[in-house]
């Protein structure tokens, strides 16, 4: 099983994903809205890997350990690798 270490989004930039992926579904384009489960929420991975410690995460997080507020601006679509064409931001 892989771990995942992610930085979800305050409620109002969750809502405005959960729009987009509406409006992909809208117009008959699968998103993480319906995709397997159904539940997934908006987020930014910052680390994925088959094994991961807690050192591992405590390393991937250093550098957000000061910040009080994040800024991120979403602003490029692009696709992951592979056969599916999945988009991302």
Not at 22 to 43: C, D, I, Q, V
Not at 66 to 88: C, I, K, T
């Amino acid at each position: 099983m892989a771990h995942a270490l992610e930085l979800f989004f305050d409620p109002g930039t969750e809502a405005a994903v959960r729009a987009m992926w509406g409006n992909l579904e809208a117009r008959g384009l699968r998103s993480m809205a319906t995709t397997t489960h159904g539940r997934h929420r908006p987020h930014v991975s910052l680390a994925v890997a088959e094994h991961m410690t807690l050192a591992h995460a405590d390393v991937a997080v250093q550098p957000l350990r000061n910040a009080s507020d994040l800024a991120l601006r979403l602003g490029s679509v692009a696709v992951f690798p592979g056969r599916q064409g999945v988009l991302h931001l």
